[in-house]
Nanobody
C-alpha cells in the first residue's frame, strides 16, 4: 500500500503564497496529482504530473500554481502563488499507476492512493 504524506498547508492572506509537499513511499511508474475539496463541493483536480513529467492544470489555477517533483520523484510539490479566497480547501495528494500507462488522468476518481490532506485557508 502506497503511503502519501502531505505538508505545507496553512492560513495565508489574499495574494500570498504557499508551497505544499507530498512524500510518497513508492512513486515508481506512477503519476501524481493535487486535488482539493471545499466544504459542500465535490473534489476537483488542481494539477497533475505524469510519468513523463507532463503537467496539467485546472483553468482556475493556470499561471498561479506550479506542480513539480524532485529528482527521485518521491516528493511532489505544489507552489501556489497569488492565492485567492476561492482557493480555500482541503488539498489532497494522490497517486496512481494503472490508469497512468498512456496518459495522466485529471479526475479524482481515477486515482487509487490518497494522502490525508492539508488545509489551505486564504482570507
Amino acid at each position: 500500500q502506497v503511503q502519501l504524506v502531505e505538508s505545507g498547508g496553512g492560513s495565508v492572506q489574499v495574494g500570498g503564497s504557499l508551497k505544499l509537499a507530498c512524500v510518497a513511499s513508492d512513486s515508481a511508474e506512477a503519476c501524481m496529482g493535487w486535488f482539493r475539496q471545499a466544504p459542500g463541493k465535490e473534489r476537483e483536480g488542481v494539477a497533475t504530473i505524469g510519468r513523463d513529467g507532463t503537467t496539467t492544470y485546472a483553468d482556475s489555477v493556470k499561471g498561479r500554481f506550479d506542480i513539480s517533483h524532485d529528482n527521485d520523484k518521491k516528493t511532489v510539490y505544489l507552489q501556489m502563488n497569488s492565492l485567492k479566497p476561492e482557493d480555500t480547501a482541503m488539498y489532497y495528494c494522490a497517486l496512481d499507476r494503472l490508469r497512468c500507462l498512456t496518459s495522466t488522468p485529471f479526475s479524482f476518481q481515477d486515482y487509487k492512493h490518497w494522502g490525508q490532506g492539508t488545509q489551505v485557508t486564504v482570507s
